[in-house]
């Protein structure tokens, strides 16, 4: 795209599943080089829209659903918040973190669909679609498993296998199984619309074509797709959950995931702009993260229907497909939209040498991570940009996490910091020296420090953050050898005028630092903006030695980085080490205890309850204090899962309760009953909860 004619960027990252927390391979491939870019636009005063959301349509939201006994509209609420959180606290700065269960996303994504209905775009296929008879309902692809016919994995869903990464249908798969009941399911005839991609196969080619430059990743896998022959395929689904088809004759039928979930950016895009429009504090707000609400007042249509908007999709590389082929194609036969002009998609990031797995417990959940590395945003950020796996899959391990941090960012970044900070406020009192005499050494380092600013723009406008990171961090050692080769705290006795140019020269590099190191670092930036106490620049005024005037007071120093001991990297390889073992084999039964009789276990009387209430209880680690609806009465109840769960995660939750075991005082606290629980192979206390919503005061015998 000619660079000159761009006046405005839509940048989305990959809509996350809501049926689970956001984990390291997310933030490595999609999240965190996304925020990278925006940032950087942001502070080249590019105008700039950063667009993601919670897809919540996807059949592994119903999977999820089935699986813990909830609704799916429980399980999108639950994880649309706990993924937006932690993106907020992690400081990935979307200008709105959308939902796609959204009036505004289903009402434009069956418009959307509409649209190409009506210009008869799609054809109508009765085709034979597994079916379970024993569940009574045909089979989306996630609800079918078999073997995958190209790499022999038994795994495989009925739309991708993971392992090698091929795109299937589920008729594929070799002895498939459905997920619901486990039986093998059967064809049955059914009616869905497709999408006749073989017609666009000409566009798509000169689209892709023209698109050398993409990352060799993206463009072979594009050409793969192209060079086999494009088939048509289905837009719609028979299931209950997800946006309906808008159309009289389409009982029972949603939009094909693949369908409505890249339309959430355009959805999310409305959203954006009408409510910055309207200038009026959205009851739902807490719902969205939106950066400078006052002063976005935009038409969403120039972000997505104009010739000056440069569109970029951050993804990871097992959604090339949907959004180089089938999305792209969605938009030429709807035609009025742009179409990307890049899609940087990253390769796979493993773990400890294992790939990651959500199933296997195998990974980094970001929510932990904030919870148990508070403060520590930008360490993971530095290291997951610094491993990034651009062009190949890469390995996150926690000895290379400490190290980088120990080794880079403590004595690299903020030694370079602090030793300049704690010499101005030593030999100065913390006022900014006149720069004196400009010796040669000097004149070096200012033309160097000049270079940096091109250099690392070039590397993030062509998407090569690791690079881009290394360049800043450069900057860093660029100023920590001109410290150590000038050796002020040498001078300072003979010769102070040439001090004073030395430590002049060196916080004009921090200075630099905090702009180049905001897209990658933004936290680090703002301890760094506050110590120096000089804000406002930004991209175009780095590279000088003129950003914080001679006089100004800076602050006192702050540590911008501090060592991370082995007892914290032990806690996590063993908390993964637990994973481990709890997936090598089932952990051993805890032997029966005596038998009891018949009469005793009659006795007891257990009913589904529902949780209304919990709040921890004061001075214990353990002990939540519950209130119940038992569907006799409510009632208050403790329990010992503080360490399991948080309360405002369980509440609405359904349990199974003992309702007549004899009142016990705990804590100055009546406990009426008994909330039964399961302990899981790593220790974990699980509810014992009915699979489906029953009425409170159900018996269960």
Not at 607 to 633: F, S
Not at 636 to 645: L, N, Q, R
Request: negative net charge; proline residues 4%.
């Amino acid at each position: 795209m000619d660079n000159s004619k761009i006046k405005r960027y839509t940048v989305t990252a990959a809509l996350p599943y809501t049926n689970g927390p956001v984990h390291i391979g997310h933030l490595a491939g999609v999240y965190i080089p996304a925020d990278i870019y925006a940032r950087y636009l942001r502070s080249n005063k590019r105008d700039v829209k950063f667009i993601c959301g919670s897809d919540e349509n996807g059949v592994p939201i119903t999977l999820k659903a089935k699986r813990e006994g909830i609704t799916p509209q429980e399980v999108v609420d639950k994880y649309h918040k706990i993924i937006g959180d932690s993106f907020k606290e992690f400081g990935i700065s979307f200008d709105i973190y959308h939902r796609t269960s959204s009036q505004t996303h289903h009402q434009t994504a069956a418009d959307f669909f509409s649209t190409l209905y009506n210009k008869g775009v799609f054809t109508e296929e009765v085709t034979e679609q597994y079916y379970d008879p024993t569940a009574k309902q045909f089979l989306a692809d996630r609800y079918i498993t078999g073997t995958c016919p190209k790499c022999g994995n038994e795994n495989a869903y009925g739309d991708q296998c993971e392992n090698c990464g091929s795109t299937l249908n589920a008729t594929d798969l070799i002895n498939p199984k459905s997920t619901l009941s486990g039986d093998k399911p059967i064809l049955k005839e059914t009616k869905n619309w497709f999408l006749p991609l073989d017609q666009y196969e000409d566009r798509l080619r000169t689209y892709i074509e023209s698109h050398k430059e993409w990352r060799p990743n993206v463009y072979g896998q594009c050409q793969s797709w192209l060079n086999a022959g494009l088939q048509p395929r289905a837009m719609t689904r028979d299931l209950e959950w997800g946006v309906r088809v808008p159309l009289r004759d389409a009982e029972g039928k949603v939009l094909y995931v693949w369908f409505d979930a890249p339309i959430g950016y355009i959805s999310a895009t409305k959203e954006l702009c009408n409510y910055a429009k309207l200038d009026v504090w959205n009851p739902k707000a807490e719902e969205y993260y939106i950066n400078n609400y006052e002063a976005d007042k935009c038409g969403w249509e120039e972000y997505w229907k104009s010739d000056e908007t440069k569109l970029v999709h951050f993804i990871g590389k097992d959604n090339i497909v949907f959004h180089c082929i089938i999305f792209p194609a969605m938009l030429m036969a709807h035609g009025e939209y742009t179409l990307a002009d890049n899609v940087p998609a990253n390769e796979f990031l493993n773990l400890e040498g294992q790939k990651i797995s959500t199933s296997k417990n195998w990974a980094v959940w970001l929510n932990e991570y904030l919870r148990e590395f508070e403060g520590k945003q930008d360490v993971l950020r530095y290291v997951l940009t610094a491993t990034a796996p651009e062009t190949k899959d890469n390995d996150f391990t926690w000895k290379d996490f400490q190290a980088r941090n120990n080794n880079e960012l403590v004595a690299i970044l903020g030694n370079f910091v602090n030793r300049v900070v704690v010499l101005t406020h030593k030999y100065f009192n913390g006022v900014v020296p006149t720069c004196m005499e400009i010796t040669p050494t000097d004149q070096a380092v200012i033309d160097e420090l000049a270079t940096y600013p091109a250099k690392i723009s070039a590397s993030i406008e062509n998407y090569r953050f690791r690079e881009a990171l290394s360049e800043v961090m450069n900057v860093a050692r660029l100023g920590n050898k001109y410290l150590a080769e000038t050796e002020p705290w040498k001078l300072i006795k003979t010769d102070e005028d040439r001090v004073r140019t030395i430590l002049n020269i060196a916080i004009q590099i921090a200075a630099n630092i905090q702009i180049l190191i905001e897209p990658f670092l933004p936290f680090t930036a703002d301890k760094l903006m506050k110590m120096l106490e000089n804000g406002g620049q930004e991209w175009e005024d780095a590279g000088t030695i003129n950003l914080v005037k001679r006089g100004h007071s800076i602050g006192e120093a702050v540590l911008l980085f501090e060592k991370i001991e082995d007892t914290e990297i032990d806690f996590q390889v063993e908390k993964l080490n637990q994973s481990k073992a709890a997936n090598a084999q089932p952990a051993a039964a805890i032997p029966a205890k005596e038998n009891i009789q018949f009469d005793d276990f009659s006795a007891m009387d257990i009913r589904v309850a529902t949780i209304i209430a919990a709040e921890k209880v004061e001075k214990t680690k353990k002990l939540l204090k519950l209130t119940v609806n038992t569907g006799i009465d409510e009632r208050t109840v403790v329990s010992g899962i503080a360490e399991h769960y948080k309360p405002e995660d369980i509440i609405g939750k359904q349990v199974s309760m003992i309702v007549n075991l004899a009142p016990r005082e705990i804590k100055g606290i009546v406990s009426q009953g008994m909330i039964l629980m399961a302990e899981d192979a790593t220790g974990k206390l699980v509810f014992v909860a009915p699979v489906a919503q029953f009425q409170e005061g159900s018996v269960i015998r």
